[in-house]
């Protein structure tokens, strides 16, 4: 069984940034593929960007460039990194744990002026 819990959303102004944080427990850490999806209202959710344990990388086209995820396996904790935010990435924000694909229970963003 693996809990996770995400933090560090908010409302931030467009231009801004936040630092999204998850914490994993009850798990193999170290092993497992982590990514961070998000769901904006009305519409599915979508992948944000991925981790592997290797620490190699993938990302949303819409994020490239703007977002970096990263990892702590002495934390059990995954980031995500979020710059030059725009009112469309406003969404609620899952942390994934894979294998098994374990969902967090999200934290929301809001980009607005």
């Known amino acids: 069984q693996v809990q996770l819990v995400e933090s560090g959303g908010g409302l931030v102004q467009p231009g801004g940034s936040l630092r999204l944080s998850c914490a994993a427990s009850g798990s193999i850490f170290s092993r497992a593929i982590m990514g961070w999806y998000r769901q904006a209202p009305g519409k599915q959710r979508e992948l944000v960007a991925t981790?592997?344990?290797?620490?190699?990388?993938n990302y949303a086209n819409s994020v490239k460039g703007r977002f970096t995820i990263s990892r702590d396996n002495a934390k059990n904790a995954v980031y995500l990194q979020m710059n030059s935010l725009k009112p469309e990435d406003t969404a609620v924000y899952y942390c994934n744990y894979n294998p098994g694909s374990y969902w967090g229970k999200g934290t929301l963003v809001t980009v607005s002026s």
């Open positions: 981790i592997t344990s290797g620490r190699t990388t």
